[in-house]
């Protein structure tokens, strides 16, 4: 599991482990605007998050990458299972995989872009 700590490109990210297929599961912290990635599961880098840098669940949302995609909504998707309990803390009742509210779907795309370069 990493924690970004400087904005790396796509091809980067290529480098920095064999992803299987190109697909890496994140988590970007809204509040502390931290992204991790590099875990099975997303819920992992949500504890990983909280453990190493007291992140809260409501802040956290996850997110995959598709590194061999060439545009950015193709590379970027906000699927997981976590989504749909912060979905539901933030008031969205049936939930849902994806970010449900736009301004928290605009939010977590500025924070990403913070530290990956599309």
Same mark, same amino acid.
Not at 1 to 24: A, P, W
Not at 60 to 88: A, K, R, T, V
Not at 95 to 103: E, F
């Given at each position: 599991?990493?924690?970004?700590?400087?904005?790396?490109?796509?091809?980067?990210?290529?480098?920095?482990?064999?992803? +299987?297929?190109?697909?890496?599961?994140?988590? +970007?912290?809204?509040?502390?605007?931290?992204? %991790?990635?590099? %875990?099975?599961?997303?819920?992992?880098?949500?504890?990983?998050?909280?453990?190493?840098?007291?992140?809260?669940?409501?802040?956290? #949302?996850?997110?995959?990458? #598709?590194?061999?995609?060439?545009?950015?909504?193709?590379?970027?998707?906000?699927?997981?299972? !976590?989504? !749909?309990?912060?979905?539901?803390?933030?008031?969205?009742?049936?939930?849902?995989?994806?970010?449900?509210? %736009?301004?928290?779907? %605009?939010?977590?795309?500025?924070? !990403?872009?913070? #530290?990956?370069?599309?």
């Amino acid at each position: 599991m990493i924690i970004l700590d400087r904005k790396y490109s796509i091809k980067e990210l290529h480098e920095i482990n064999s992803f +299987v297929n190109g697909f890496i599961k994140d988590v +970007v912290d809204l509040d502390k605007e931290l992204v %991790a990635l590099d %875990a099975d599961m997303h819920y992992e880098l949500a504890d990983y998050l909280k453990e190493q840098r007291g992140s809260k669940e409501i802040d956290m #949302w996850g997110f995959n990458l #598709w590194l061999n995609s060439q545009l950015m909504d193709e590379i970027l998707e906000y699927d997981s299972f !976590i989504n !749909i309990h912060n979905n539901q803390l933030h008031g969205f009742l049936r939930g849902g995989m994806g970010i449900l509210d %736009a301004g928290i779907r %605009a939010k977590a795309t500025e924070v !990403i872009c913070k #530290w990956i370069q599309f």
